[in-house]
């Protein structure tokens, strides 16, 4: 009797021990690529992605490439620009099964393969805040003709010898803001792994890109009547409401002098911001000053573009905050200060052009705490930094 007692006491208490909840295991960081320069940070995340599934294919398939762009603002800059232009090379040489073509509405309507990437100043926790220490660069390759992702790599580069200033019209285009047809390309290629389905927005809002595309291509050959044909193509499609076609008509427009033309697209691009609650336009100033300092790109432009702001905010509602930016580069004491000086600047000249406004228009300064870019280089790759920011607020306090 006592050693089935025995027996049983035991069986118990080793089934209670196998029944205790467990602490939960902490998941280990997910390991970074490493940072390696420049050049072979490129090759490496495009052999990676090219080479799945290559000598697989039986006849030649093409691969389009959706230009790069930044992670954070969805611009082409330089150095995307580069990465596009080694990756068409690395297939001439080194991947005979496939062809690259130019990104364009014929092309894109056989199904072909399409590469989306994005190229992004990340911190030392591979995170768009603080400090940046690297660029993340994420590579798909999207098949549309089965619409999956075909291939997905991501690297990592050094920060030096890299030029993030924003390349062609991206560098003269005066607004910034929130844009789904941006956020659409990028999320294709941060959010999805190979094998998932190629997201239903980038897939609406393809044939408005190729255009858009083709009308940049365009527009910095200096054909503005062509380029103004491809954006006004652009704008009829159901994805054709979006930020870079809106640029493009304001600058095109300006090219051939057509006034009334530019005056109303910039409207536009005001009210697309405003819609979007968040409206940075691009205005220099002088280096520690509340001094505009205009671009030859924008020479007489500021006065235009503020009484468009005022006029397009004062039809409106709501209250508006002025947000004055700096880069990381100084004392963050005077960034403070400095933003907010310069937020102060470009309320006072709203107020002056719209009265109506006095009561309905904050300015703050937020100094480098929300910057885009983040490398405090003070040069036009991070201009943004530098922005004066418009955002719909529903306290006028």
């Known amino acids: 009797m006592k050693r089935c007692l025995a027996a049983f006491l035991l069986i118990a208490a080793l089934m209670g021990c196998a029944t205790e909840e467990q602490p939960p295991t902490v998941a280990a960081p997910p390991v970074l690529p490493p940072v390696l320069p420049f050049d072979q940070a490129v090759e490496n995340a495009a ?30 800059s330089v150095a995307t620009r580069q990465i596009g232009a080694r990756i068409a090379a690395l297939v001439g040489q080194r991947f005979p099964n496939y062809r690259i073509e130019p990104f364009s509405a014929a092309s894109v309507a056989q199904r072909p393969l399409v590469m989306v990437g994005t190229f992004t100043a990340v911190n030392a926790q591979n995170q768009t805040a603080g400090e940046r220490a690297a660029y993340r660069f994420c590579l798909v390759l999207a098949d549309l003709d089965n619409g999956r992702v075909a291939a997905k790599s991501v690297s990592r580069a050094e920060l030096q010898g890299v030029d993030a200033s924003p390349a062609g019209l991206f560098r003269q285009s005066p607004i910034w803001s929130e844009d789904p047809a941006t956020r659409s ?35 910095e050959a200096e054909r503005y009547l062509a380029a103004l044909g491809k954006y006004q193509a652009a704008r009829q499609t159901s994805a054709g409401d979006q930020l870079r076609v809106h640029n493009g008509l304001y600058l095109t427009n300006r090219r051939l002098r057509r006034e009334a033309a530019a005056s109303e697209a910039f409207d536009r691009l005001v009210d697309y911001g405003l819609e979007h609650q968040r409206l940075a336009v691009k205005l220099l100033f002088r280096p520690g000053t509340t001094a505009f300092a205009e671009g030859p790109d924008t020479v007489g ?51 002056a052009e719209n009265p109506s406004l006095g009561s309905r228009v904050i300015a703050t300064g937020a100094g480098s705490r929300e910057a885009l870019i983040g490398t405090g280089r003070d040069d036009l790759s991070d201009l943004l930094d530098r922005r004066v920011e418009f955002r719909v607020v529903t306290n006028c306090g």
């Open 47 to 76: 052999v990676a992605v090219l080479s799945v599934n290559h000598a697989a294919v039986s006849s030649t398939r093409v691969i389009v490439i959706d230009p790069l762009v930044d992670g954070v603002t969805g611009e082409q």
């Open 185 to 219: 390309y990028v999320n294709t290629c941060q959010t999805t792994r190979a094998g998932d389905p190629v997201p239903a927005p980038y897939l609406a809002g393809i044939e408005a890109a190729a255009l858009v595309q083709e009308a940049a291509v365009e527009f």
């Open 301 to 351: 432009e500021y006065p235009r573009w503020l009484r468009s702001i005022a006029r397009q905010a004062g039809a409106r509602t709501t209250c508006l905050e002025v947000r004055g930016h700096t880069s990381s580069s100084g004392a963050t004491a005077l960034n403070e200060r400095l933003s907010a000086q310069r937020a102060e600047t470009v309320r006072t000249l709203l107020v």
